[in-house]
C-alpha cells in the first residue's frame, strides 16, 4: 500500500505544525518564542557529536543527541538568567556558541563525510514519502508520519493530561508557585517537550518550517480567541491549512515546501493580524 | 602571518568593534536578539536583489539586505503597536516568515540560468577567509559610520536605553530614536553578513555587549569595551583559524566572543559569579557569627538570672536554638582565638563548653540588643512607619522595657566578665 506523495507531504506537514503548535501556543504566551529559534540552531553540536562518537547517521542516535543540546540550551538560558543575564541575552550568547561549535565541529572532523549542514537547516519535506520505514523486508510506510504522529501524540497527551499546570504557569507563575505546582518541574517539561519536537521534526521538515510552526499557528490564535484551549485546537488547525496551502504554493511555484509553509502561515497571520485590529477598532 | 590574514584579520577586528558598540544599546534596549533576526530577514532582500540586477556584487545584494531589514523592523514594529503579541514574538514571526521567502527565492534564483547559489550562500554561513582589502575598505567604512552614529547620538541613545519616558518628557523623538538604533543594527548586520554569516552575526552584536556589561555599570565605559571584546574576537579568531587547516574562521570568533564572555561571567570584579560567592561567603560568616553572639547571649541571660555559671554547650546551641554544630564548632574555636569566647570545659570532657568573655560580652551584648529592638520593630512597624535603622532606636528603646526584652546581661561593663 503506497500513499500518494501529496497526502504524505501534506499529512507530515500538518502533523509537524499541529505538534509545533501546541507547544508553540504556550511559548506565545509565556512570550519565549524565540527558544524555538535558539534551540533549533543549539541542537546542531548534538547531531555533530553524536555522528562524530558513532559513526552512524541513524535518526535515532542523531535526535537524542539533538535532544541532549536542546535541553542543555533550555538549561543554560535558565542557569544564566538566574546568575542575572536577561532572558534574550542569555539566549543569543547560548546558542550562537553551540551553533558555532557545531560549525566548526562538522568542517573540522565531518568535513569529508557526507553530513548535510544544508539538509539539517532546510530539511526536504519533499523526500518524506520516499523515506520508508523498513522492518526485515515489510514497508511500514513513510518514516516521517510515524516520527511526526509520534510526536504529535506525545505533545497531544503531555498537553491534555497537565493541561491545568501548564495553563497556570503560562498565565500566573506565582499563583501555580502558591498552589503547590512545581513550576520549574513544568518548565523543563515544556522544554522537553520543544526540544523533542523541533528535533523530530528536523528530519522531516527542516529547522525553518520548524521554527515558523513554533510561533505562527500559536501567534496567530492568540489573536482569534480569549481561551486557551480554543486557542490550541485553533492552533493546530491554522497549521494544518498553512500545511495544505503552503503545499500548493510550492507546486505552484515549483520552490522549497517548507519556505512555502512558512510564507502561508505569515501571510495567515497577517489575515488575522489586520482583520483582529479591524474589528477592535470597531 | 601573510598578508592576506592580516587583511582579515583587521576586517573582522573592526567588524567586531562595531557589532560591539551596537550591540551594547541592543542589549541595554532588551533587543539583543534583534541582530538575528534582522540577519535571517535580509535573506530574501538578498534573493530579490540578485533576481532583479542579477549582479552577485556587495552592492545591490547589501542595499537589497538592508531593505528587507527595514521591512523586517517595520512589520515588528507594527505587530507589538498594533495587536497584543509581545516583542518575542513580532521577532519570532519576522524571522521565520521573512527566511521562508527568502529560501523560496532562493529557489527561484537556483534555477535561473547562472544563478546557482554559490556566492549566495555565503550570505548564510559566512566566508570571513575570503576577506579581501576592498571588503575590509567597505567594513571600515561602514563600522566608522556606526561609530561615529552612536557618538553623535550618545546621549539621545543613553535616554532611550534607560529611561525612555524622560526623554519623551524632554521633547525628544523617542520613536525616531528607536528607528535609527534599528537602522544602525541594520547596518552592522549587512556589514557582518558577507563575513560571518547569518546566525553568527547574531553572537557579534549580544556576546561582547554582554561581556562588557560584567566590567562596568557606565555606558560611556560599556560601549568601548564592549567595542574592544569584538575587535579582540576578531583577531582571536583569525588567529585560531590559523592553526589547522578547516578550520573556518567566522565560528571561532563567535568561540572566542563566547570564551571572553565566560571569563568576564566568572571573574569579572563586583559583577562576575567568582566576586558575587566571595560577597555571599563573607555575608554568610557575619550572619552566622551574629546568629551565634545573640545565642550565646540569651542562653547567658537566662542562665545568669537563674542564678547558674553562664556556660554554654555546643548541644544547647543545636537543642534550644537550632544552630548546626557543623559550623558552630569551627566558629566557637576561631572565637577562642580572637578572644571572643573561652572554652571553660576542656574537649576531653563529655561535655564541652563555652563561655562569653568580657570583650565577647560586649560585642554580643551589641547584636543581641539590635536583634530584640528588630523583633519590637515587626511588633510595632505600624505605629511606626519608619524603616528600621538607627533613627527609629529611641522610639523603640521605651517599648523594648515595655515587653521586659531589654537586654541586661553586660550593659555598659565592657571587660568586667560574665555576671
Known amino acids: 500500500m503506497a500513499l500518494p506523495a501529496p497526502f504524505v507531504i501534506i499529512a507530515v506537514g500538518a502533523l509537524a505544525a499541529g505538534a509545533s503548535g501546541l507547544v508553540g501556543s504556550f511559548l506565545v504566551l509565556r512570550r519565549m518564542t524565540m527558544l524555538g529559534d535558539a534551540i533549533s540552531h543549539a541542537v546542531l553540536p548534538g547531531i555533530a557529536l553524536a555522528f562524530l562518537l558513532t559513526g552512524s547517521r541513524a535518526a535515532p542516535v542523531m535526535v537524542l543527541g539533538a535532544a541532549l543540546c536542546g535541553l542543555l540550551t533550555a538549561y543554560a538560558v535558565q542557569t544564566l538568567q538566574r546568575a542575572g543575564v536577561q532572558e534574550d541575552a542569555g539566549m543569543g550568547v547560548t546558542f550562537t556558541a553551540l551553533f558555532a561549535l557545531g560549525v566548526v565541529l562538522i568542517t573540522a572532523f565531518a568535513g569529508r563525510v557526507h553530513l548535510d549542514l544544508d539538509h539539517v537547516l532546510y530539511g526536504e519535506i519533499a523526500y518524506a514519502p520516499w523515506d520508508l520505514w523498513l522492518v526485515g523486508d515489510v514497508s511500514l510506510g513513510p518514516r516521517a508520519l510515524w516520527t511526526m504522529g509520534a510526536i504529535f501524540l506525545l505533545d497531544l497527551l503531555a498537553v491534555v493530561l497537565f493541561f491545568k499546570e501548564l495553563k497556570f504557569c503560562a498565565f500566573d507563575p506565582a499563583t501555580a508557585e502558591a498552589l503547590g505546582i512545581n513550576v520549574s518541574a513544568f518548565h523543563y517539561l515544556l522544554m522537553t517537550l520543544v526540544s523533542i519536537t523541533t528535533v523530530g521534526a528536523f528530519d522531516a521538515v527542516g529547522a525553518i518550517l520548524v521554527v515558523a510552526m513554533l510561533v505562527l499557528p500559536g501567534a496567530t490564535a492568540y489573536l482569534l480567541t480569549e481561551r486557551l484551549s480554543t486557542m490550541l485546537a485553533l492552533a493546530v488547525g491554522l497549521g494544518a491549512l498553512a500545511s495544505v496551502l503552503g503545499y500548493l504554493l510550492a507546486r505552484i511555484t515549483d520552490t522549497a515546501v517548507a519556505g512555502a509553509m512558512a510564507v502561508v502561515g505569515g501571510v495567515l497571520f497577517a489575515l488575522v493580524f489586520w482583520w483582529a485590529r479591524r474589528r477592535r477598532r470597531g | ?419
Not at chain 2, 247 to 270: D, Q
Not at chain 2, 391 to 412: A, D, I, S, T
Open chain 2, 1 to 419: 602571518m601573510d598578508a592576506n590574514t592580516q587583511w582579515v584579520m583587521s576586517g573582522t577586528a573592526l567588524l567586531g568593534m562595531a557589532a560591539g558598540v551596537v550591540g551594547v544599546l541592543a542589549l541595554l534596549r532588551r533587543r539583543a536578539l534583534m541582530g538575528d533576526v534582522l540577519a535571517h530577514a535580509a535573506l530574501p532582500g538578498i534573493a530579490a536583489a540578485f533576481l532583479l540586477t542579477g549582479s552577485k556584487t556587495p552592492g545591490p545584494l547589501l542595499t537589497g539586505a538592508a531593505v528587507a531589514g527595514v521591512l523586517g523592523t517595520g512589520a515588528m514594529a507594527a505587530i507589538t503597536r498594533y495587536s497584543r503579541l509581545k516583542q518575542d514574538a513580532a521577532m519570532s514571526l519576522v524571522l521565520t516568515v521573512f527566511f521562508g521567502l527568502g529560501i523560496m527565492l532562493l529557489n527561484v534564483v537556483q534555477r535561473m540560468p547562472g544563478g546557482n547559489q554559490s556566492g549566495l550562500d555565503k550570505f548564510l554561513f559566512g566566508q570571513a577567509a575570503a576577506i579581501v582589502p576592498r571588503d575590509v575598505r567597505v567594513i571600515m567604512v561602514l563600522a566608522g559610520a556606526l561609530c561615529l552614529l552612536v557618538l553623535v547620538f550618545y546621549k539621545e541613545f543613553k535616554l532611550l536605553a534607560f529611561d525612555q519616558e524622560f526623554g519623551a518628557g524632554l521633547g525628544l523623538p523617542m520613536g525616531r530614536l528607536d528607528l535609527l538604533l534599528n537602522l544602525g543594527l541594520v547596518l552592522a548586520v549587512v556589514t557582518g553578513l558577507e563575513s560571518v554569516g547569518v546566525v553568527l552575526m547574531a553572537a557579534l552584536l549580544t556576546t561582547p555587549a554582554l561581556a562588557a556589561r560584567y566590567w562596568t555599570d557606565r555606558l560611556s565605559r560599556m560601549l568601548p569595551l564592549a567595542g574592544l571584546f569584538g575587535a579582540l574576537s576578531g583577531v582571536a579568531g583569525t588567529l585560531l583559524s590559523q592553526v589547522g587547516p578547516r578550520m573556518p574562521t567566522g565560528p571561532l570568533i563567535v568561540l572566542a566572543a563566547t570564551l571572553l564572555f565566560v571569563v568576564s561571567l566568572l571573574a569579572a570584579p563586583h559583577r562576575g559569579l567568582a566576586a558575587r560567592l566571595v560577597r555571599m561567603a563573607r555575608t554568610r560568616a557575619q550572619v552566622r557569627r551574629e546568629r551565634l553572639l545573640e545565642a550565646l547571649y540569651d542562653l547567658s541571660e537566662e542562665a545568669a538570672s537563674a542564678g547558674l555559671p553562664a556556660d554554654v554547650t555546643v548541644a544547647d546551641l543545636e537543642r534550644r536554638r537550632g544552630l548546626s554544630p557543623r559550623w558552630v564548632g569551627p566558629l566557637l574555636e576561631r572565637m577562642v582565638r580572637t578572644g571572643v569566647v573561652e572554652r571553660v570545659r576542656a574537649a576531653a570532657e563529655r561535655q564541652e563548653a563555652w563561655r562569653l568573655t568580657g570583650h565577647g560580652l560586649a560585642e554580643a551584648y551589641q547584636v543581641a540588643r539590635r536583634e530584640r529592638l528588630h523583633l519590637v520593630y515587626l511588633m510595632h512597624q505600624a505605629e511606626i512607619g519608619a524603616p528600621f535603622g538607627p533613627e527609629v532606636h529611641p522610639q523603640l528603646e521605651p517599648l523594648l522595657r515595655l515587653h521586659g526584652l531589654e537586654p541586661v546581661l553586660g550593659r555598659g561593663q565592657p571587660g568586667e566578665g560574665v555576671g
